[in-house]
């Protein structure tokens, strides 16, 4: 079902207010083993990429940020 026109804006009010881009620049066979390994994980490519962050910021011995998470019907609620 598409968004009504005042959904849309109030989505982008929304994104534009909490969160930032990382723009992100790989060569493009690098990028196409990333998206099949997200695929093969059954996750977005956004998901997969977070994940991979944690992991690496926990390795390091950074405390990632807790953040919202969706839950099983796609609902944003905040990590436990």
Sequence with gaps: MALSKSQRVANDKYIQKN???LPLSYPKDFC????????????SLAGYVKKAIEYRMQRDGVEPPKGKEKNGNGIEQAEP
């Design 19 to 21: 969160y930032d881009r």
């Design 32 to 43: 196409s083993s990333v998206r099949a390994a997200a695929s093969e994980a059954g996750e």
